[in-house]
């Protein structure tokens, strides 16, 4: 299911008979972006909403659950691109499940350092 989520925030942009992404992100919501700047739930609404996403694949997904309401996500983002060919991001998210409906209180982005190309396994 948390699959899902994170696949559903990826292409709202590209799918508009999703779900909004209102529903999915906490009123406490915020994303460190791979720039390193700091986003607000308003300004990843709008960037959700208006900007046109990358073809992508999610790799390595990995679930932790921190308690039986609360699990960190962690996977690879792969996106096609047309300059240099591929471009990954390491993502992490926490979500945590109130009233039986999962939220999104965090995002992070961070650039790969190195190869992409070999599985991780990081999360026991």
Do not use: M
Request: proline share 6%; with cysteine; hydrophobic share 35%.
């Amino acid at each position: 299911l948390l699959r899902i989520l994170e696949e559903r925030l990826l292409n709202c942009s590209r799918n508009p008979d999703e779900p909004t992404p209102a529903v999915l992100l906490a009123d406490d919501f915020y994303e460190i972006g791979c720039s390193g700047r700091l986003y607000d739930r308003a300004e990843t609404l709008k960037r959700l909403t208006t900007e046109r996403r990358q073809e992508t694949a999610i790799r390595d997904f990995q679930v932790r659950f921190l308690s039986p309401e609360v699990a960190l996500i962690v996977y690879l983002l792969v996106c096609a691109d047309e300059e240099d060919g591929k471009s990954a991001t390491w993502r992490s998210s926490i979500w945590q499940c109130q009233h039986g409906r999962w939220q999104i209180h965090f995002h992070q982005g961070t650039p790969v350092a190195g190869p992409a190309d070999e599985p991780a396994t990081f999360l026991p």
